[in-house]
């Protein structure tokens, strides 16, 4: 068998691991949710659902792939034989994602065109559901490819090929060097521009203002594991893989530490950004924020559209934002093909240029459904199918299976021997116990949810 690849340099596996975190889900996710469960109230069981579960979770995954050296279905095999298939169902999640994910990276592709001449018109969200979609004929409307999408996604495809195509350092590494900085510095370009519009404060204060009632419902806290999970892209197959291409000598806590919070980090500053500029067309349109706020989708593809129209200089502006969009979906989409191909790879020892070339056209193919016109009906279905039952599923077999029927500790002794600084026993007590409880909880509360 062929050396493992690896990394070239500590940051450049960092890079790639905050690459594949920050997404889509940080700049437009992330603010919606912060707003609709509480403000800034939802921050406690959001950094709660952090230190108990994300950091823990991303530890473990970057301990057991360093420690044995394989995509999730060969670390699951090496560790219990009989649990392969665990791995398999994270890699399968992942695929599913990375097919319709690539279409809303598409979406954001045409958007930072149409920026350049406000091509969304003084109707965003007419444009966006009638003329951009072609939604018009009803969500089942499956005749026909929106072509604008069908181009950017094959440009998406073809740039996460090429990517995955050319290897862990020449490839993946080489492009996070290049994505992560340019996002850095867009994100703060928008938010200098945005905290320093008028009334930016006011729209700033609505997503940080508590709402201490909020803690006691416990979909905000369901919520906030969720997107825990779903932004730090653990039980995904994908920290694991990334952590199998370590050199031997790395250090896990900190590595996992530096992750979980720079991506945090990048969503309070992103979410920061959005409600300064929704503030913004608060004022000067004088209407309530909850008015203008609207969830997923819509959010980037139309509220935005609507506040950048009233900023000067708004093509210059709309352009970066959904260039950062592309950018931070396009890291995150890298990581998540690499979990399915390098899963591929080490099952069936295939090289990995037919293995990517092979899973990029599969893949592609399989998009096509989502860039029809009723592409966004079935996305919506899909997504919530995914996150409600793959990724709760896949995280709770996962926490229970490490920490109940293996020895977890080895892990911890394990990742403490390699790394600056140790971490204590509370992670075995967050993983045994918290985690698995919550996600039970969710898993029985979304099932209950989903049959009423
Ligand atoms: N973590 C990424 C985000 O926040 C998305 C992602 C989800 C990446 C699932 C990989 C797997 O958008
Ligand atoms: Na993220």
Redo the contacts with the bound molecule.
């Keep these: 068998m062929a050396k493992r690849e690896q990394w070239g340099t500590r940051s450049g596996f960092i890079l790639a691991a905050v690459g ?7 700049i437009w ?1 992330f603010p919606y949710m912060a707003y609709d469960n509480g403000g800034g109230a939802f921050l406690i069981p959001y950094f709660f659902a952090l230190l108990t579960a994300g950091i823990p979770i991303i530890i473990l995954e970057f301990g057991v792939g360093h420690k044995y050296r394989g995509s999730a279905p060969l670390t699951f095999f090496n560790i219990f034989g009989k649990w392969e298939w665990l791995g398999w169902w994270q890699a399968l999640v ?1 695929f599913v ?1 990375s097919v319709y994910y690539v279409v809303v990276i598409s979406w954001a592709l045409n958007y930072a065109f149409l920026a350049l001449d406000l091509g969304w018109g003084t109707s965003p969200e007419r444009f966006f559901f009638d003329e951009f979609l072609q939604l018009s004929n009803g969500p089942m409307d499956l005749g026909g490819i929106v072509w604008p999408v069908f181009a950017a996604a094959i440009a998406m495809w073809a740039v996460t090929w090429i990517i995955l195509f050319s290897g862990v350092k020449k490839g993946i590494e080489l492009a996070n060097k290049i994505f992560m900085p340019l996002l850095f510095l867009l994100l703060l370009i928008m938010l200098v521009r945005a905290v320093t519009l008028e009334g930016a404060a006011q729209g700033i204060d609505w997503l940080f203002r508590p709402d201490f009632s909020a803690i006691a419902d416990y979909r905000v806290w369901t919520a906030a594991y969720g997107q825990i999970f ?4 653990v039980c ?1 197959a ?1 920290m694991i893989t990334y952590s199998s291409y370590l050199p031997a000598k790395s250090d896990i806590n900190n590595n996992g530490m530096m992750t979980a919070f720079i991506n945090c980090g990048f969503s309070l500053l992103a979410g920061i950004m959005v409600f300064g500029v929704l503030g913004h067309m608060a004022a000067t349109q004088d209407v309530a924020l909850h008015e203008i706020v609207t969830q997923g989708v819509g959010m980037a593809f139309v509220t935005i559209p609507e506040a950048v129209n009233l900023l000067p200089a708004p093509e210059f502006f709309g352009f970066l934002f959904f260039l950062s969009l592309v950018f931070a979906g396009l890291s ?1 989409m890298i ?2 093909s690499e979990a399915c191909c390098s899963s591929l790879i080490d099952k069936f020892g295939w090289d990995r240029k037919p293995t990517t070339s092979l899973f990029c056209l599969v893949g592609f193919m399989l998009s096509l459904i989502f860039m029809t016109r009723g592409g966004l009906f079935i996305l919506d279905i899909t997504d919530h199918f995914i996150n409600n039952f793959g990724i709760v599923f896949a995280g709770l077999v996962e926490v229970i299976l490490l920490s109940w029927f293996f020895k977890l500790d080895t892990v911890r002794q394990y990742a403490n021997s390699l790394s600056d600084f140790a971490i204590g026993t509370w992670w075995n007590f967050c993983l045994k116990v918290i985690t698995p409880v919550v996600l039970g909880y969710m898993a029985v509360a979304n099932l209950v949810g989903d049959i009423r």
């Design positions: 594949s975190a920050i997404g889509l889900g940080n996710r992942a994602i779903f932004t730090l892209s995904f994908i995150s990581s998540i």
